[in-house]
């Protein structure tokens, strides 16, 4: 799993804290969590396209959530940021080397790819289970005060 997935919760939990009517662009968001830019915003686009972020354009513009975050769930945002494709790619290397068959001896795929996909069903279905509200909500207890009143300052700063 790609940097971008942290990336993207951490930005739609930032979101997710503004005021109504208020946006951060990708440049705002890149500064707060040092990260490039340019690969932030790539990534911002794709949760745009995914329906989780609605972006205002112009230079005043920014992203927002484009739902209530007790409606985006962790795997919403992996699946924008990685996609639909299986993570276990199998590339039947039981068919390669000297004890190689023809493909009709392979009737389905192996046992390695068969228990990589189950996992990967498990690990997607508890990743519907958790919203971004979820998170905001155990973060209350578990980020200092120090750092929220950081965050808040911040956020002041910038408007």
Do not use: N
């Amino acid at each position: 799993m790609s940097e971008g997935v942290e990336w993207a919760v951490h930005c739609c939990t930032m979101l997710a804290a503004l005021p109504e009517g208020r946006t951060l662009g990708p440049g705002d968001l890149a500064a707060f969590f040092e990260v490039p830019r340019a690969y932030l915003a790539k990534h911002l686009q794709a949760l745009s396209k995914a329906g989780i972020l609605s972006a205002s354009p112009g230079r005043s513009g920014g992203y927002r959530l484009a739902r209530a975050a007790d409606a985006i769930t962790l795997r919403d945002i992996v699946v924008a940021i990685e996609g639909t494709a299986p993570c276990f790619r199998c590339q039947e290397i039981r068919r390669r080397g000297p004890t190689g068959q023809p493909q009709r001896c392979y009737t389905r795929p192996c046992g390695i790819a068969r228990a990589m996909w189950a996992a990967e069903k498990v690990f997607l279905a508890e990743l519907g289970k958790t919203t971004l509200a979820m998170l905001i909500a155990e973060a209350a207890h578990e980020v200092s005060k120090e750092q929220q009143a950081a965050t808040q300052r911040w956020l002041k700063r910038i408007a």
